[in-house]
């Protein structure tokens, strides 16, 4: 049995930890996903547990719930882009809803 059974840091310090998380997942967590090896790099119920356990851990403000928000549905798009046959797997620009330049002839 754990001695501090369902125990969340609060205020700054959990406010602090809960940034720190989600500012590391928001870099790896599309990297890992870009596919550049062939493949993920961790599979995206990895990443999902992770975003589960920031939010079973932390007091997460208003902004923290939209990044980890923001972080799913990046996971949906890959994982619906994965699913469609006709279509390669999304880079991180075109995942990130960022402007892909077309290329000029």
């Known amino acids: 049995m754990a001695p501090f059974p369902d125990i969340k840091p609060q205020g700054a310090f959990s ?3 809960a940034d720190q998380d989600l500012t590391h997942l928001e870099l790896v967590l599309r990297r890992s996903l870009s596919c550049d090896l062939g493949g993920p790099l961790l599979p995206p119920s990895y ?8 939010m079973r851990q932390s007091h997460l403000s208003h ?15 890959f994982e619906a882009a994965a ?23």
């Open 83 to 105: 699913r469609r046959p006709d279509t390669a797997a999304p880079t991180p620009t075109a995942a990130a809803g960022g402007n892909i330049e077309a290329k000029s002839a």
């Open 47 to 54: 990443w999902r547990e992770r975003l589960a356990a920031i």
């Open 15 to 17: 406010a602090l930890l």
């Open 63 to 77: 902004t923290q719930i939209q990044t980890v928000h923001r972080l799913y549905l990046h996971i949906d798009e």
